[in-house]
């Protein structure tokens, strides 16, 4: 990687905009947003907001032609994802990453079909209670970026060269051996909370403190759980009881990035969570009732407001 590496973030939501900002504080240079559209002017014009301090990131069209960057941190919404695969062509070299710090499972598989998995990292971000109003972008905690190969018990060049930059720019972040198991384990708690938060639009300490919001979140967790356990990954019924020592660290008024973009009147993400649980678990002969009634009961909210009555 070079010395003055050039990262480059796509999807500056509240996720986005808490690593660019990151980024930007270790050198403003060496950070730029890819948007295109209404969210150029925008970002262009305004910047983006973190925490009550500006980031005036530098934004680039994907039209645009200039250096490729270094690394390429993917953060855009589910539905946007076949469209950011083709807007980052021009800012994608022959030595590039691409780290995914999307929700799902198969992000990194959709992005390896347009760039090849020797480019592609896989990640998640778990623990971090980012909110995003218009371009204004808060959190309390920072919780921690998990990512790397599939595999991660053999040295990578790549590897480390991106965790020095990690580490550079202030980023908690770690590289488990097992990255495959630490994506389902995320996804099991995705579907679970991001779903019921939503569909019952209440914050994180519903979950801390409400046995019934509890029990619903779990119903939904196991099925993923079952589902894994069937696909091959290695997931288990006590690795749900991880989860609560990351939730009771999380703000009791913090709510899900699903939950805000129910609030908000925005497509969600759930073809990415229920969707995909459900065309899988039919694929391996499982039963997921409370991922069905969840997809059925999201679905329903954004189709009345696309018919805007």
């Not at 039209?63 to 539905?79: F, H, M, N, R, S």
């Not at 469209?83 to 062509?89: E, G, N, S, T």
């Not at 909110?131 to 905690?141: F, I, P």
């Not at 039919?282 to 059925?296: E, I, R, T």
């Amino acid at each position: 990687m070079n010395r003055h590496p050039k990262v480059c973030v796509i999807g500056a939501g509240a996720m986005g905009s808490f690593y660019a900002a990151k980024f930007y504080e270790l050198d403003p240079e060496g950070i730029f947003l890819l948007a295109g559209g209404e969210r150029f002017t925008r970002l262009q014009e305004r910047g983006i907001m973190v925490n009550d301090t500006h980031y005036p990131c530098a934004v680039q069209r994907p039209e645009d032609t200039g250096p490729t960057a270094d690394l390429i941190l993917v953060t855009v919404k589910y539905q946007h994802l076949p469209q950011a695969v083709q807007d980052m062509a021009n800012v994608v070299g022959e030595d590039t990453v691409i780290l995914s710090a999307m929700n799902g499972i198969d992000s990194e598989e959709i992005l390896a079909g347009g760039y090849g998995w020797q480019r592609v990292l896989y990640g998640v971000a778990l623990g971090i209670d980012a909110q995003r109003s218009q371009n204004r972008v808060s959190y309390t905690q920072e919780g921690v970026l998990y990512w790397g190969r599939a595999d991660n018990t053999e040295p990578d060049p790549k590897v480390d060269e991106v965790r020095g930059l990690l580490n550079a720019a202030g980023i908690a972040n770690e590289v488990p051996q097992d990255m495959l198991r630490m994506l389902w384990w995320k996804y099991m708690v995705n579907c679970g909370a991001n779903q019921v938060s939503a569909m019952l639009r209440l914050p994180y300490g519903a979950f801390q403190r409400v046995e019934e919001s509890r029990q619903l979140m779990e119903a939904t967790m196991a099925e993923v759980v079952d589902l894994a356990a069937a696909i091959g990954v290695d997931l288990r019924q006590e690795d749900m009881n991880a989860w609560y020592s990351v939730l009771d660290r999380l703000s009791p008024e913090g709510r899900t990035s699903m939950c805000q973009d129910i609030e908000a009147g925005r497509k969600t993400e759930v073809e990415m969570f229920s969707g995909k649980v459900t065309e899988l678990a039919k694929k391996h002969g499982l039963s997921v009732p409370a991922n069905h009634f969840l997809f059925q009961a999201i679905r329903s909210l954004e189709k009345w407001w696309e018919m805007g009555p």
